[in-house]
């Protein structure tokens, strides 16, 4: 790896269990393609001359599973690490960048259900981080009306009101960051737990700890392929991704 820094080291939190698509193996060991969506995620990211490194946070008590896993799909001859994740995703990330070289210092963190992210992606977060932005997200325009609503599970829901669609963005994975940003707000957002913050509203993207913690997040042209496999819908559309992409012999 290169000691300067400039190559990235990226950390895949694939610990969860991903109940919205039913009953069975976590989702990360989803199969997409006859191939796990970890894997999918994985490789896409070693496709990337920017990353140099690849940490996945499996679940505590698959470490060694999913090492096989990893290895079978000719993954060993790569510079990838698995350590055990944690009970949720912020401590998985947390205990990946643990295990990243101290030299590295850009470091992505990429969603295991999001498992076609083009290279292309990968490649302008790392990018923008190396030009100097400390937080990076891609994203892209939402296609939908979005309202905001006050939330009342199982009844009519009042809209409070309707957004500007051309400020919204849906942000997808991998995030970029300057690691010592990164590690910072973890150790924050740790503390803040430590000290009995359970009324702290919680975050669901890395990127959104370096907002509360006052810095800046910038936004990178993301792509629609890029969409997180959550629900059984998502599955087969990301099978049909697949299949085309088989077939033009781009995957």
Known sequence: ?????????????????????????????RELGGVPLLVH??????????????????PADGVAEVVALLDSHGL???DIRVVAGGATRQESVRLGLAAIP????????????RPLVPVEVVDAVAAAVRAGAGAVVPAVPLADTVKRVEPNPGHPEPVVDTPER???????????????????????????????????????DDAGLVERYGGTVVVVPGHEEA????????????????????AADAY
């Open 166 to 204: 051309a400020t919204l963005r849906a942000v997808q994975t991998p995030q970029g960051f300057d690691r010592a940003t990164l590690v910072e707000v973890h150790a924050k957002a740790l503390a803040e737990e430590a000290a009995g913050g359970a009324d702290v509203p919680p975050v669901t």
């Open 227 to 246: 969409f997180k496999v959550t629900r059984p819908l998502d599955l087969v559309l990301a099978e049909a991704v697949l299949a085309r992409r088989r």
């Open 1 to 29: 790896m290169n000691a300067s820094g400039a190559v990235a080291a990226a950390v895949v939190p694939a610990a969860g269990r991903g109940e919205r698509l039913g009953p069975g193996a976590p989702k990360a060991l």
């Open 76 to 78: 060993d001859d790569k």
């Open 102 to 113: 101290e030299e590295v210092g850009i470091v992505l963190v990429h969603d295991a259900a």
């Open 41 to 58: 995620a994985v490789r896409a990211l070693a496709r990337s001359r920017a990353v140099g490194l690849v940490v996945v946070a499996a």
